[in-house]
């Protein structure tokens, strides 16, 4: 008969108590005068619940007493927070953390089924979730709790069936507090997502090398390159410079085989995968975090920049040219400022063209036509009307004054405001026309006379 197994199994464990070096079935059936198979049910209760351990000999089953932590002792020196529960949710221990968190005395938890407890201080209510069904296996969660005076708190929660001596079966739940490194965790992966978000927006190419080896690669990069993230991750970067460009790799070479940290820079050409050639401006960064070296390199696609950087010269040339060879004298201003002069002009003023850019417009002007020029300068340099013609005396380096006829245009580029002047020297075709008028004046002066004479002689 069973009934008195409680004794029984204290026998059985003063027994296995007074021989350490353990004892068979048939040394205890004998010892208890019971028959093996009631001590074999005897012993399989002591076993489930974790009070003896068994070692197999051969055929021979020997058991000991198990050397095991009381749970009291547990329960009292863990820095976990403890539960202990029946196979009802029913708190049958808990210890001092655990309370602590909950703002409970054990008088308000134990006895007390957990769906039905309430905490002043914390919400339970994840907790609750988590165990409305006894788990029939070991298992690992991570849960929250909601604590009135520090918010939130992160525990990993570890549920461990387990057998009471009685042989009844209920749960221990067994609560670490991770708060910390979740909330690191946390922050790392925003952070990861924020350069993510960044590198992946940026216009350059982004590729990061960690020892050597590649371990990120944006969008922008492999746009440029025209190579696929996986063909990336597998090649060597280095391999996409054009061949004739890789001597200026060799320092970069250099800085992949030793630990120096700092900034290089260069410009060299690419070949893209379907051959096409790019111009890029690279800068590598390294630097040394522990045992681990990282490589970041930023790639900027130039290649248009220097097609329009090759047109604007090509252009300007085409100005220099025609500027450089036309046969009126050029003068540009911007801002009230003097920035270009041709050939041309220097012939006409005598001035050599590093004087003329450092010279003031107005000192060309001779004095009596110096307020005329200036008013038509400022109403053109409102960029509101037609163009304006002038002619003008100016005075040359030597002295000599020069007769020239030209045109003032203003334009506006942003806040820039551009004067072109043209020039042409008609100094010969106006001291043509004041010898001409000088003549036609003399002849007037002189039909006058006779004319006086003769009227003279008509009435005497």
Not at 197 to 214: C, K, P, S, V, Y
Not at 233 to 239: G, K
Not at 347 to 359: D, F, K, Q, V
Request: proline fraction near 3%; include cysteine; hydrophobic fraction near 35%.
């Amino acid at each position: 008969m069973m009934q008195n197994y409680p004794q029984e199994l204290a026998h059985i464990k003063n027994l296995l108590r007074q021989n350490p070096e353990g004892m068979s079935i048939t040394d205890i059936a004998k010892a208890l005068r019971k028959n093996k198979n009631t001590t074999g049910r005897y012993l399989d209760i002591l076993l489930i619940s974790g009070q003896v351990d068994m070692r197999t000999y051969g055929m021979a089953k020997v058991f000991t007493l198990s050397q095991r932590v009381p749970l009291s002792a547990m329960l009292s020196y863990s820095k976990d927070l403890i539960m202990v529960l029946d196979k009802e949710s029913r708190i049958v221990d808990i210890n001092d953390n655990f309370l602590k968190l909950l703002h409970l005395t054990k008088k308000d938890a134990l006895g007390k089924n957990l769906t039905y407890l309430k905490s002043p201080g914390a919400d339970v209510h994840e907790l609750v979730n988590s165990l409305i069904t006894t788990p029939s296996e070991e298992r690992e969660r991570t849960l929250s709790f909601q604590i009135k005076e520090t918010g939130e708190r992160i525990f990993k929660q570890k549920s461990i069936p387990t057998v009471f001596d009685d042989g009844a079966r209920g749960v221990t739940i067994i609560l670490s507090d991770v708060t910390e490194e979740i909330l690191r965790e946390r922050e790392l992966r925003d952070r990861e997502e924020r350069f993510r978000m960044m590198a992946e927006n940026i216009q350059d190419g982004l590729l990061i090398l960690e020892n050597g080896r590649n371990t990120f690669v944006n969008n922008r990069f492999a746009e440029i390159t025209g190579y696929s993230f996986e063909e990336l991750w597998a090649m060597d970067p280095l391999t996409i410079i054009a061949p004739e460009d890789r001597h200026v790799m060799e320092p970069i070479l250099e800085l992949r085989n030793s630990p120096h940290q700092g900034l290089f820079n260069f410009q060299a050409r690419l070949r893209r995968k379907d051959g096409v050639y790019r111009r890029v401006y690279s800068r590598i960064t390294s630097l040394q975090h522990e045992n681990i070296l990282y490589q970041f390199v930023i790639m900027t696609d130039v290649t248009v920049l220097e097609l329009k950087d090759a047109a604007l010269f090509e252009s300007e040339q085409r100005f220099r040219m025609m500027a450089e060879n036309i046969q009126d004298g050029l003068m540009i201003i911007e801002n009230e400022r003097f920035v270009y002069s041709n050939r041309r002009l220097s012939e006409i003023s005598g001035y050599s063209m590093e004087e003329l850019r450092t010279m003031n417009t107005r000192d060309l002007i001779t004095p009596k036509e110096l307020q005329k020029m200036t008013d038509l300068l400022k109403r053109s340099m409102t960029c509101t009307g037609p163009p304006a013609t002038f002619q003008s005396w100016i005075l040359c380096k030597d002295g000599e004054k020069r007769c020239i006829y030209g045109h003032i245009n203003s334009v506006r580029h942003g806040e820039t405001v551009s004067t072109y002047i043209t020039m042409t020297d008609v100094t010969a075709f106006a001291l043509r026309e004041q010898a001409l008028t000088g003549r036609i004046r003399e002849l007037e002066r002189s039909v006058t006379k006779i004319s006086d004479i003769n009227k003279n002689i008509t009435h005497p």
